[in-house]
């Protein structure tokens, strides 16, 4: 018996009161359902979180460790999410590596920018969401304050940080709704490039690449596509690329000339940086804009002078300066299903691992020509 029951009966153990036997019986079961209990709260809170705790640019994974925390309670106006995939992107890499040129919250935090889950509970001010719903979750107020990303089984959000899942679209999709498409749909728009005209892009055999070459094509844009690999050229012209140059066999800026009757490039997208984006910005018109949005290469973009005095205007593009603007977000939310819906983005799913597997999932994702996008599954 249970020491504080045990206590508790004593005075009446050894009395002849009749009722000392249905105590006796009601504390066996109370305890009974004390046991059960306690091994429900074992095994049923609990749930596996990768947990980051410094920064290892040769070997980021070491960094990383799996712990078990409690489910959290969803209060108010707060959602709890049963993640079930997440993708393994290279803002994720750059932050586990670095933590450059993201603000995230101070170690230790849980990696993740973006997933994809069902509702698992709802605080009692939520009015749109209800258990089992498929949603997505805008991770960044997580990451940017509380350290809370998408590497993690349960998450908890406010309602107005969720978007529900159109019945069309696959779990795989959902989970890479944000970082690529948003970021595409963001910069197309905000290069403002009439049809018929040519944008640039590196890196444009990479799953953010192949949206590129998919939503100007659907807005009447033309392509030129630097790849590094001369196998990536029919690939990406099956895709809807209309040219696409390999930088380690042709030079940029005179095939671009080429290309463009040497009216060169009316705006251009570069994720490399280093001396690519030299060539990038001859390669871009006078008075052209050019979006730096990742650093493949390293933290410098080479920029010269001439193109300064030609007005080509070099800008760097990050996601987080929309995330928390609500008009923007409401339109990239509706616009980005529509086009998702519509096949018109059609994202690159490869290899998925358990959670567990972060180690070999992350080495994986960073594989030249590994195909699409690494998802962890839980």
Same mark, same amino acid.
């Given at each position: ?74 209060? !108010? ?8 995939? #997440? ?59 509380? @350290? ?56 444009? @055999? ?10 100007? =094509? ?17 690939? !990406?012209?099956? !895709? ?44 871009? #018109? ?68 358990? !959670? ?6 992350? =080495? ?5 020509? #590994? ?8």
């Amino acid at each position: 018996m249970n020491p504080f029951l045990s206590t508790f009966a004593s005075p009446i153990r050894n009395s002849s009161c009749p009722s000392y036997a249905l105590f006796k019986e009601s504390s066996h079961q109370f305890c009974s359902r004390l046991v059960y209990f306690e091994c429900f709260i074992v095994f049923r809170i609990m749930y596996r979180a990768i947990v980051q705790d410094g920064f290892n640019t040769e070997e980021p994974e070491a960094t990383l460790k799996i712990i078990e925390k409690p489910i959290p309670e969803a209060t !108010l106006e707060h959602v709890v999410v049963h993640m079930k995939l #997440r993708p393994i992107n290279p803002t994720d890499m750059v932050a586990i590596r670095t933590g450059r040129f993201v603000r995230f919250a101070k170690h230790p935090l849980t990696p993740g920018s973006e997933g994809y889950g069902v509702v698992h509970s709802v605080g009692d001010d939520v009015k749109n969401f209800k258990v089992g719903d498929r949603v997505v979750p805008f991770m960044w107020e997580g990451l940017l304050y509380g @350290g809370g990303g998408s590497w993690q089984e349960y998450v908890s959000v406010k309602e107005k940080m969720l978007t529900a899942v159109p019945a069309s679209i696959s779990d795989e999709v959902a989970a890479q709704f944000v970082i690529n498409p948003w970021t595409v749909y963001g910069m197309l728009k905000d290069l403002a490039v009439p049809r018929g005209e040519y944008i640039l892009q590196t890196a444009a @055999g990479s799953v953010l690449g192949r949206q590129v070459i998919q939503l100007a =094509k659907h807005w009447g844009i033309k392509t030129i596509n630097i790849v590094r690999r001369p196998e990536q050229k029919e690939e !990406l012209k099956l !895709l809807g690329a209309d040219e696409v140059i390999c930088s380690s066999t042709e030079d940029v800026i005179t095939r671009v000339k080429e290309i463009t009757e040497r009216k060169l490039a009316y705006g251009s997208l570069d994720c490399v940086g280093g001396t690519l984006t030299k060539s990038v910005l001859a390669s871009t #018109r006078r008075g052209g804009q050019v979006f730096v949005y990742g650093v493949l290469a390293g933290d410098e973009a080479v920029v010269l002078i001439n193109d300064l005095f030609r007005q080509v205007h070099v800008t760097g593009w990050i996601l987080t300066n929309y995330w928390n603007v609500e008009e923007r977000r409401k339109e990239f939310v509706e616009e980005v299903w529509k086009l998702l819906e519509a096949n018109v983005l059609q994202p690159y799913t490869g290899e998925k691992f358990d !959670l567990a597997d972060f180690k070999e999932a992350m =080495k994986k994702s960073e594989e030249v020509g #590994r195909g699409g996008k690494v998802l962890l599954t839980s």
